[in-house]
């Protein structure tokens, strides 16, 4: 009912950057009321990086805070993981979460994954 698709991902040197983007289509009536970026390095369990809410409320884990940006444009459908200063342990791939609701049923959020995007960060 809603896809997402995750784009921006590469190869990148240590201390570059990388901006993903976040694309939801296929339902009209849906409304994003937060987006969420996931990543999974190999061997490791899925980790939230940061979020932000419909009110522009932002959270960063401690890994990235201070490197990474998230921000959106919801009326578009669309959300951005700006990454700076990129290390090797920023490996990964990395996932859009997004949740929000339908006008039919705005009492109960839905929550949807993106297939993910490949970073590589060489040292």
């Known amino acids: 009912q809603v896809q997402l698709v995750e784009s921006g991902g590469g190869l990148v040197q240590v201390g570059g950057s990388l901006k993903l983007s976040c694309a939801a289509s296929g339902s009209t009536t849906f409304s994003i009321t937060k987006m969420n970026w996931y990543r999974q390095a190999p061997g490791k369990q899925r980790e939230l990086v940061a979020s932000?809410?419909?009110?522009?409320?932002?959270n960063y884990a401690d890994s990235v805070k201070g490197r990474f940006t998230i921000s959106s444009d919801f009326p578009k459908n669309t959300g951005f993981l700006q990454m700076n200063s990129l290390k090797f342990e920023d490996t990964a791939v990395y996932y859009c979460?997004?949740?929000?609701?339908?006008?039919?049923?705005?009492?109960?959020?839905?929550?949807?994954w993106g297939r993910g995007t490949q970073v590589t960060v060489s040292s």
């Open positions: 932000i809410s419909s009110g522009g409320v932002t």
């Open positions: 979460n997004v949740g929000g609701v339908v006008v039919t049923a705005p009492w109960a959020e839905q929550y949807y």
